[in-house]
C-alpha cells in the first residue's frame, strides 16, 4: 500500500469530524439535558461517563495528528466509526431511538463514514 492513501486526501474532513467530537466531548463535562438523556436513555452508568469524554478527545486527537502522519487519521476515523456503531448498537437494544439517537448518535456516525470515504478510499 502506498503511504499516500494513508494521509487523508483533504485535510479538512478529518478536521471537522474533529471539531464536532471535541466539541461533543467538551459539551459532556457539564452535560446538557439531551445528552444525560441519551446516556440515560441507554443504561449506561453515571460513573463510566468520563470514558466517553477521554474516547471523544483521543479520537479528536488522532484526526489532527492523522493529518500529517501517515495512518494515524484513518485508524482514529476507523475508531470513531466503531465506536458510534456500537453506540447506535445500544440505543436499539434498549429501545431508545428518540430524537438523540437519531441526531446526535446517526448524526455524527454518518459524518464519520463520509469523512471516511472521501478522505481515505475516493
Known amino acids: 500500500m502506498d503511504l499516500m492513501t494513508l494521509v487523508p486526501n483533504f485535510w479538512?474532513?478529518?478536521?471537522?469530524?474533529?471539531?464536532v467530537l471535541l466539541v461533543d466531548a467538551?459539551?459532556?463535562f457539564r452535560p446538557p439535558k439531551f445528552i444525560k438523556d441519551c446516556?440515560?436513555?441507554?443504561?449506561?452508568?453515571q460513573d463510566w461517563w468520563w470514558t466517553l469524554?477521554?474516547?471523544?478527545?483521543?479520537?479528536?486527537?488522532?484526526?489532527?495528528?492523522g493529518i500529517f502522519?501517515?495512518?494515524?487519521?484513518?485508524?482514529?476515523?476507523?475508531?470513531?466509526?466503531?465506536y458510534f456503531l456500537a453506540a447506535s448498537?445500544?440505543?436499539v437494544r434498549a429501545r431508545f431511538l428518540?430524537?438523540?439517537?437519531w441526531v446526535n448518535c446517526l448524526g455524527i456516525l454518518a459524518l464519520a463514514v463520509v469523512v471516511f470515504?472521501?478522505?481515505?478510499?475516493v
Not at 479538512?12 to 471539531?19: G, V
Not at 428518540?98 to 439517537?101: A, D, P, R, V
Open 39 to 45: 446516556l440515560n436513555g441507554v443504561n449506561f452508568p
Open 98 to 101: 428518540k430524537q438523540e439517537f
Open 69 to 82: 502522519v501517515p495512518g494515524v487519521a484513518l485508524a482514529a476515523n476507523a475508531g470513531v466509526i466503531a
Open 12 to 19: 479538512w474532513l478529518p478536521a471537522i469530524l474533529a471539531a
Open 53 to 65: 469524554i477521554v474516547i471523544k478527545l483521543l479520537a479528536t486527537a488522532g484526526l489532527v495528528v
Open 117 to 121: 470515504l472521501f478522505s481515505f478510499v
Open 26 to 28: 467538551l459539551m459532556s
Open 89 to 91: 448498537v445500544a440505543h
